[in-house]
């Protein structure tokens, strides 16, 4: 698998040799060259340094071609433009962003794109290790089947009420 | 009409100034407390002083209700989701981006903002149109100070209609090829040449003023005046 990460911190890094350990084409970009110290020795991808939002960039990190594409940096609007660029423009199959405003996640998951947000999850986690109710709210969002009808309003159920709704395969 | 301006730069703060002139209402938000509480005492209490690209902060400027959201902060990303948030979480019928990359324009306007001012793509513009585009064009350099030059026949080039032969090629430098619809072909004392063409050349690199003239037509200008 071609997998493309934007942003070289703790997280974008451990996913990074992650995927490398397992064996799969890893490029990881970010701006400054001394993140990818948090690299170890061991990695054997690719890192590039540059913005991760200029799609020239992305270009020449084969988000063309990636199977995966994730946005990790600690922009959230860095990191929903990376991924708008990485699948409309160069056509990525799969991106997700790291969004912590936890509006933001849940509309953009409605515009198409996946997003993670360390709000609700961390705020999940913390609770529940407390024994306090969690609010339930996602954390992983899969993005709505995009409908692209010019002018159509977004229909269809928001990713909010599909996760509640799920219930275990009835067959 | 009520505008939401988002960006207290030289850009919103100007903006802003002018709407509240000619009589609309609006609000800018403006991230930065200082800067925000500094225009505040100038224009009054119509400052934000919140992120707008926060879908709480958002809906707290009464971005629902805007006529016109317009995203003129410094970074095209802030922008682009300012203009997203306002187009597709608070039913805006109208957003404005300011686009610093003129790269990112066919992104913005696929993700359907409504207008998109480049400020790059028309300074970009202004100065294309003064620079010439007949000059000749340096394809490379070989060895003994010689160029491959190529020059671009534009109609009033004083050797449209005419053969080689018949013009004043300075010494030391020959003309070779001529590429007339994309196909090169090499100059022969008979052809004409014609509006459009390229003419490719190999000199020294001091012929270039004589054979600009020859070319081109106009004297060539000077690099240092």
């Known amino acids: 698998m071609k997998v493309v990460i934007v942003g070289c911190g703790r997280v974008g890094a451990a996913l990074a040799e992650a995927f490398d350990g397992l064996g799969h084409n890893v490029t990881i970009i970010d701006t400054s060259t001394r993140a990818f110290d948090r690299l170890s020795d061991s990695f054997s991808g690719e890192a590039i340094r540059g913005d991760g939002t200029d799609e020239d960039v992305l270009r020449r990190a084969g988000a063309e071609d990636a199977d995966v594409f994730v946005a990790l940096t600690e922009g959230d609007n860095r990191n929903i433009m990376a991924t708008q660029v990485a699948m409309e423009n160069l ?34 986690a913390l609770l529940g290790f407390l024994g306090l109710k969690p609010t339930g709210m996602p954390s992983v969002i899969a993005p709505v089947p995009h409908v692209h009808e010019e002018g159509a309003p977004m229909l269809g159920a928001s990713p909010l009420s599909r996760a509640a709704g799920r219930s275990p395969a009835e067959g | 009409m009520f505008v939401l301006v988002v960006g207290g730069g030289k850009v919103g703060y100007y903006l802003t100034k002018e709407l509240i002139e000619s009589g609309h209402e609006v609000v800018l938000m403006e991230k930065d407390r200082e800067r925000a509480s500094q225009i505040a005492d100038e224009l009054g209490s ?137 196909i090169a072909t090499p100059l022969r004392p008979d052809t004409v040449l014609a509006e459009g063409d390229k003419v490719i050349a190999i000199g020294r690199a001091d012929c270039e003023r004589l054979l600009h003239e020859q070319l081109i037509g106009t004297p060539m200008e000077d690099e240092a005046s």
Do not use: W
Not at chain 2, 46 to 68: F, M
Not at chain 2, 159 to 167: E, F, N
């Open chain 1, 91 to 124: 056509g990525a199959k799969q991106a997700i962003a790291k969004i912590n405003d936890p509006v933001r996640a849940a509309a953009y998951a409605e515009l198409g794109i996946a997003t993670v947000c360390r709000t609700t999850m961390l705020t999940d």
């Open chain 2, 46 to 182: 119509i400052v934000v002083p919140h992120d707008g690209c926060e879908g709480k902060y958002l809906g707290e400027a009464g971005c629902s209700r805007a006529d016109i959201v317009a995203a003129v902060t410094g970074d095209d990303e802030d922008n682009l989701v300012i203009c997203q948030m306002a187009n597709h979480h608070f039913d805006v019928p109208r957003t404005i981006a300011r686009v610093n990359n003129p790269k990112n324009e066919s992104l913005f306007r696929h993700m359907g903002v409504d207008e998109i001012i480049s400020p790059t793509r028309m300074i970009l513009g202004s100065i294309e149109q003064d620079i010439p585009v007949h000059e000749l064009l340096h394809l490379g350099a070989l060895a003994d100070d010689l160029e491959i030059i190529e020059a671009h026949l534009q109609p009033d080039s004083p050797a449209v209609g005419r053969a080689p032969a018949d013009l004043a090629i300075p010494d030391g430098c020959s003309l070779f090829a001529v590429v007339r619809n994309g």
